[in-house]
């Protein structure tokens, strides 16, 4: 079975400083990893995924399968960057998410 | 091009009752998902559809179903509703192909409301 775990509920850091949210997953197969973040009052959006590889609004995730985590980065927060954040497996054709975790970026 | 586009937007009904609700995909979009979030649960998924079929169900009883028509929208029905029914049911479209394919555009969502 697709299990993905974001430990944190809440992650509260000033202006500047580094964020980390963290993810962890659990699936026999090959997984497809994204980041899903929803800010206030908007709809759920897509942030990154992990084949892509790619910085999306200075964030970088990059799969870990030894220790099955992948894990949200950005050198340093913005207080635009106050969300929530959803770390999600596909495996298969069915897309789980992990129960989020509150950003918040304190000026 | 339009986004996903869920109606109603918000829906209050009693016990008992049933209730549909609705989902246009992004257009070419031939895969749409629907998931129902709580704050005690967060998001679970319902099931998928591509191509009017069922693809895939999550763990929910058959009182949720759902259906999809030829140009991809998609229903979703719930039946004798019950409290704990209460959530927001996002949707989501994609055009279904594995790649870039995968990649799922969400809904605003329906507020449903079980008094």
């Known amino acids: 079975a697709q299990r993905v775990t974001q430990p944190e509920k809440l992650l509260s850091v000033f202006k500047g400083a580094p964020v980390e949210l963290k993810c962890n997953y659990s699936?026999?197969?090959?997984?497809?990893l994204f980041w899903y973040v929803q800010y206030s009052r908007q709809r759920l959006q897509l942030l990154l995924r992990h084949i892509s590889r790619e910085s999306i609004k200075g964030f970088t995730a990059d799969l870990n399968k030894g220790e099955t985590s992948f894990h949200l980065k950005k050198p340093f927060a913005q207080e635009e960057d106050s969300a929530m954040y959803y770390c999600?497996?596909?495996?298969?054709?069915?897309?789980?998410f992990g129960a989020g975790t509150i950003l918040r970026v304190k000026s | 091009k339009a986004g996903v586009t869920q109606t109603p937007r918000y829906l209050i009904k009693t016990r008992g009752q049933q209730v549909t609700l609705s989902c246009s995909p992004i257009?070419?979009?031939?895969?749409v998902s629907w998931y129902q979030q709580t704050p005690g649960q967060g998001l679970q998924f319902l099931f998928e559809?591509?191509?009017?079929?069922?693809?895939n169900k999550g763990n929910f009883p058959g009182r949720f179903s759902g259906r999809q028509f030829s140009n991809s929208r998609s229903e979703m029905n719930v039946s004798t509703l019950e409290l704990g029914d209460s959530a927001l049911y996002l949707c989501?479209?994609?055009?279904?192909?594995?790649?870039?394919?995968?990649?799922?555009?969400f809904g605003a969502g329906t507020r449903l409301s079980v008094l």
């Open positions: 699936y026999s197969g090959s997984p497809e």
């Open positions: 999600a497996l596909k495996g298969g054709n069915k897309l789980v």
């Open positions: 559809y591509f191509s009017e079929t069922q693809r």
């Open positions: 989501a479209s994609s055009l279904g192909a594995q790649g870039a394919g995968n990649i799922q555009y």
């Open positions: 257009s070419g979009h031939r895969s």
